[in-house]
């Protein structure tokens, strides 16, 4: 079954630094999802992207985050200057895109991103 | 705005036991509900989910009834076993979108079985 795949597993930065994780969404899959979870904390949305460009995005989604889909199937998340509290585990997603259908995400593995 | 709440972990349960996690949600219209699971060091995977009121979702032995009068989504299995040692999380989406509407997530409750 195709799957939705997140490199790396495991980023570690110093604060300050910029960051860009990566994701590679289901091939026929039109519409694509960052989400994070602080530990212990719930999931949370960042931002939908369709049709190369932001469908939503949340509060958290500030100036320092921007999506991005350079060539077709991958699809990045780029923090610009990483604080402390993004630390998280940032999982990718996506989903056909039926109208109506409201199908579900397929999630990837999840980078945990360690700002230090 | 949406929001999803799920009785608080951890639960530890032995092999075979009866398994209910409690999912209660806020939200306008209609949304769809769903249970993610994930398993250690997993994403999370669709479980089952219900897209109107009175559906029931079912999949691997796991249940869930759309409670629409009691806004309500809990999480049943009639035994578990030590495999479905994960986390699962209930989750809603928005009403009347199209798919590609955010999802609301809860908490998170860690499931332990033990043998």
């Known amino acids: 079954e195709p799957e939705v795949t997140q490199t790396p597993s495991h980023q570690v930065t110093q604060m300050g630094q910029e960051v860009i994780l990566r994701c590679v969404p289901i091939?026929?899959?039109?519409?694509f999802y960052w989400y994070r979870q602080i530990l212990g904390q719930k999931v949370e949305f960042l931002v939908s992207?369709?049709?190369?460009?932001?469908?939503?995005k949340s509060e958290i989604f500030d100036d320092q985050f921007s999506v991005e889909r350079p060539d077709g199937s991958n699809f990045t998340l780029k923090i610009r200057s990483t604080k402390l509290e993004d630390s998280a585990m940032y999982f990718c997603?996506?989903?056909?895109?039926?109208?109506?259908?409201?199908?579900?995400?397929?999630f990837g593995n999840g980078t945990r991103l360690t700002v230090t | 705005g949406n929001s999803v709440t799920q009785m608080e972990g951890p639960v530890t349960l032995s092999e075979e036991a009866f398994l209910t996690i409690n999912c209660t949600y806020t939200?306008?219209?209609?949304?769809?509900l769903f249970w993610y699971v994930q398993y250690p060091g997993e994403g999370l995977q669709l479980l089952l989910k219900?897209?109107?009121?009175?559906d029931k979702g079912s999949n691997k032995g796991f249940e869930a009834t759309y409670r629409k009068e009691t806004t309500s989504f809990h999480l049943e299995k009639g035994s578990v076993q030590v495999s479905d040692s994960a986390v699962y999380f209930c989750?809603?989406?928005?009403?009347?979108?199209?798919?590609?509407?955010?999802?609301?997530f809860g908490e998170g409750t860690q499931l332990t079985v033990n043998p």
């Open positions: 997603a996506s989903t056909p895109g039926i109208r109506g259908g409201n199908s579900p995400l397929h």
């Open positions: 091939s026929n899959h039109l519409y």
């Open positions: 992207f369709y049709n190369n460009e932001i469908s939503e």
């Open positions: 939200a306008t219209g209609y949304p769809s």
């Open positions: 219900a897209t109107k009121a009175d």
């Open positions: 989750a809603l989406s928005g009403a009347g979108e199209t798919s590609g509407s955010r999802l609301t």
